[in-house]
């Protein structure tokens, strides 16, 4: 059973950043791959980043250029700098573990494609 908690959420105005956090009990340089996914109220889950246990990575078109997903192994922690923010970025997100490869960025997974969850931060972008 691998345990994720994510930190870092917040209210933030349009065009701020924030650096969310994801802290794993399971090692992630074993994880094939893990991921950012967010939900906003009333809609599907969906893929923001993912990175796999090579370093490749995949964004949703939406936030390529400004998002940048990251992890340090020695510290089993997957991060999401989030730069230059848009209301439409606010959402619940979460960490996923154990994602079937960094192709679950672009889509709106179902939450069995994902071995582990976080329980999610949540992030406010107002105008």
């Known amino acids: 059973q691998v345990q994720l908690v994510e930190s870092g959420g917040g209210s933030v105005q349009a065009g701020g950043s924030l650096n969310l956090s994801c802290q794993s009990s399971?090692?992630?340089?074993?994880?094939?791959?893990m991921g950012w996914f967010r939900q906003a109220p009333g809609m599907e889950r969906e893929g923001v980043a993912a990175?796999?246990?090579?370093?490749?990575?995949d964004y949703r078109d939406s936030v390529k250029g400004r998002f940048t997903i990251s992890k340090d192994n020695a510290e089993n922690t997957l991060f999401l700098q989030m730069n230059g923010l848009k209301p439409e970025d606010s959402g619940m997100y979460y960490c996923?573990?154990?994602?079937?490869?960094?192709?679950?960025?672009?889509?709106?997974?179902?939450?069995?494609?994902?071995?582990?969850w976080g329980q999610g931060t949540q992030v406010t972008v107002f105008s």
């Open positions: 996923g573990y154990d994602c079937p490869g960094i192709g679950v960025a672009t889509t709106t997974p179902a939450l069995s494609e994902l071995r582990y």
């Open positions: 399971g090692p992630t340089y074993t994880s094939y791959c």
């Open positions: 990175i796999d246990r090579y370093g490749n990575t």
